[in-house]
């Protein structure tokens, strides 16, 4: 005895039931599924949900600073035109505010900010907190500059500012007047993140 099956309906073959028969029984059984909008191959795939993929874009000196909108700690509406249209900007980013490494970033950013202004440079921080959560560790630490707020990390996937897992990668940006991309580096460490952006605006001429 010989057993077929089409799509999980068994047809057993018997002595009685000749090939060339099942063979014919099997094609009417293909049609009827087939035609069948309950039981159609189609509908017995299975059908997974689209994942969203966040697109990054990694910036390189010569690049032109991706055009942003963001709200500051003082809730203030900041644009990247406003930002680099009179000085320069070291933009950097942190994984979260008030957290050891990101104040000691901060807080090396803050203590040198005359040797950047001195330069034509302005300062400005980046990440997902809130501008509340900004403006309370702004106050805590005396910070002279604008903390950014984007908690969508829209704008830090089109800066090049995320871990391929999401997360924020620690990292900052030298600006020109103008929004023209100095020098980049991603995946800096929180303590070597001012000294590297100090060395490069301390070799350009003054703004």
Known sequence: REVYT??????TVTSRLTRHTALSLIKMQIAQLRASPRTS??????IRPARCVRVMSSLKPGDNLPEFELLSDANEQLSSKALT???????FSYPRANTSGCTTQACGYRDNYTAFESKGYKIVGISADSPADQAAWKQQYNYQYPLL????????TKLGMLKPDG??????????????VKDVQYGIAAKDSVPEALKVVLQAKSI
């Open 6 to 11: 089409i799509s999980a309906l068994p047809l």
């Open 41 to 46: 191959f189609a509908s017995q795939r299975q």
């Open 85 to 91: 249209k009179d000085n320069g900007i070291v933009l």
């Open 149 to 156: 707020s984007d908690p969508s990390k829209e704008v830090l």
């Open 167 to 180: 997360k924020i990668n620690r990292s900052h940006i030298v600006v020109d007047k103008g929004g023209v």
